[in-house]
C-alpha cells in the first residue's frame, strides 16, 4: 500500500520561507508531486520530482531523496494568497496517484 | 489550454435517489480521468480510475454498484451516485491526464459539492 505523510499544520511570516515536509512508504514509485488546493477549490499541480534533487519554480521549489523516501516543497517570499493546504502526491503504478495528509499553511502579517 | 469542468457544483438530494456527476476535459482530450472523494479537511482520497472505453478500475473499499463511472468519449466521464445515503455527503473532485501527455500531471475539475438529506 500507499502512505504519506505530512504535519498537519505549518504557519508562516509573510515574506518568510517555509518548507513543507513529506515522507512516504509505497510498493511503486515513479515520482513525487505538489500540489495546492485553496478551501473548497480544486487541487492545482505544482510541481513534479522523480530524480533526487531540486526543482525550482519560481518561488517554489521542491527536493526529493528516493534513499530516504522523503521530499519537501519550499516555499519563499511567502505571501498572503499562499494560504492555502499543500498535499505531496506519489505516482505509483497504473498511473495511480495517492495524496498526502495535507498540510493547511497559513501566512500571517 | 488543461480545463477540467464539473456539472453540477453543487447538488442537494433526498437519501435514496442518484445523482450524476459530469467531468468534462474542455480543451484536451482525456484517455484516463480520475475520481476522489474529499472530506472536510482531509486528503484526497483515490475513488476510481477511468478509462475511455473500458471498465473503471475501483479502489478497494470502493463499491462498484454503488459508485457507477462511465467514460465514453475522450473528454466526459460520469460519475453516479446510486441510492445516495447521508454518508456519501463529500466533495468529488475529477481530474484528467492529458491524451499522451505527462503521467506526472493530471489536471483538476472545480470539484461537486454533494450533500445527502
Known amino acids: 500500500g500507499q502512505s504519506l505523510e505530512q504535519p498537519s499544520e505549518v504557519t508562516a511570516v509573510e515574506g518568510a520561507i517555509v518548507q513543507i515536509n513529506c515522507t512516504y512508504q509505497?510498493?511503486?514509485?515513479?515520482?513525487l508531486s505538489w500540489y495546492q488546493q485553496h478551501d473548497g477549490g480544486a487541487p492545482t499541480f505544482l510541481s513534479y520530482?522523480?530524480?533526487?534533487g531540486l526543482e525550482e519554480t519560481g518561488r517554489f521549489s521542491s527536493f526529493l531523496s528516493r534513499s530516504d523516501s522523503y521530499g519537501y516543497l519550499l516555499l519563499q517570499e511567502l505571501q498572503m494568497k499562499d494560504s492555502a493546504s499543500y498535499f505531496c502526491?506519489?505516482?505509483?503504478?497504473?498511473?495511480?496517484?495517492?495524496f498526502g495528509t495535507g498540510t493547511k499553511l497559513q501566512v500571517i502579517p | 489550454g488543461a480545463v477540467v469542468s464539473q456539472h453540477p457544483s453543487r447538488v442537494i438530494c433526498k437519501s435514496g435517489t442518484s445523482v450524476k456527476i459530469e467531468c468534462r476535459s474542455l480543451?484536451?482530450?482525456?484517455?484516463?480521468m480520475f475520481w476522489y472523494r474529499q472530506f472536510p479537511k482531509q486528503s484526497l482520497m483515490l475513488m476510481a480510475t477511468?478509462?475511455?472505453?473500458?471498465?473503471?478500475?475501483?479502489e478497494q473499499g470502493v463499491e462498484k454498484d454503488k459508485f457507477l463511472i462511465n467514460h465514453a468519449s475522450l473528454t466526459l466521464s460520469t460519475l453516479t451516485v446510486t441510492s445516495a445515503h447521508p454518508e456519501d455527503s463529500s466533495f468529488y473532485i475529477c481530474?484528467?491526464?492529458?491524451?499522451?501527455?505527462?503521467?506526472?500531471?493530471?489536471?483538476f475539475g472545480p470539484g461537486t459539492r454533494l450533500t445527502v438529506l
Open positions: 481530474s484528467a491526464r492529458k491524451t499522451g501527455g505527462s503521467y506526472n500531471e493530471q489536471f
Open positions: 509505497t510498493s511503486g514509485f515513479y515520482g
Open positions: 520530482n522523480a530524480l533526487d
Open positions: 502526491a506519489v505516482r505509483g503504478g497504473y498511473q495511480k496517484v495517492t
Open positions: 480543451d484536451f482530450q482525456a484517455t484516463t
Open positions: 477511468s478509462n475511455e472505453g473500458s471498465k473503471a478500475t475501483y
